[in-house]
Nanobody, 126 residues
Framework: QVHLVESGGGSVQAGGSLRLSCAVS????????MGWFRQAPGKEREGVAA???????TYADSVKGRFTISQDNAKNTLYLQMNSLKPEDTALYYC????????????????????WGQGTQVTVSS
C-alpha cells in the first residue's frame, strides 16, 4: 500500500523560505508522476508543481521562479523548495503520486493523481 507523508510546513513571514518534504513508502514502480498541490480555506485545490520519472517538470504560473520541485530517489522523498513566500501561498499543501508516468505532457497540474498524503500547513504572514 502506498503511503505519502508530508512534512516541513510552518509559519513564516513574507519573503521567507520553507522546504516541504514528502516521504513515499510502498511504491514499487520505477516510473511515476508526482506533484504538490495546495488548498486554501474557501478555495479549490490547485496544482503547484509536478515532476515525473522522465525528468519533466511543470509549475503553476503563480509559483514559477519561486518554487522548485525535486526528488531524491535514493531516499524515496519528494521536495518542494519555496522561496520568496507570499501571504497568498498560505494553504494546506499535499503531495500526490501516480503510476501513470505519462500524465504531465497531457494533463499537467490538472491530472487526477491516485495517491495522496494528508497535507502540511504553510502559513505566510505579511
Amino acid at each position: 500500500q502506498v503511503h505519502l507523508v508530508e512534512s516541513g510546513g510552518g509559519s513564516v513571514q513574507a519573503g521567507g523560505s520553507l522546504r516541504l518534504s514528502c516521504a513515499v513508502s510502498g511504491y514499487t514502480y520505477s516510473r511515476y508522476s508526482m506533484g504538490w498541490f495546495r488548498q486554501a480555506p474557501g478555495k479549490e485545490r490547485e496544482g503547484v508543481a509536478a515532476i515525473d520519472s522522465e525528468g519533466r517538470t511543470t509549475y503553476a504560473d503563480s509559483v514559477k521562479g519561486r518554487f522548485t520541485i525535486s526528488q531524491d530517489n535514493a531516499k524515496n522523498t519528494l521536495y518542494l523548495q519555496m522561496n520568496s513566500l507570499k501571504p497568498e501561498d498560505t494553504a494546506l499543501y499535499y503531495c500526490a503520486a501516480d503510476r501513470r508516468w505519462w500524465l504531465l505532457p497531457f494533463a499537467g497540474l490538472k491530472a487526477d493523481f491516485t495517491y495522496w498524503g494528508q497535507g502540511t500547513q504553510v502559513t505566510v504572514s505579511s
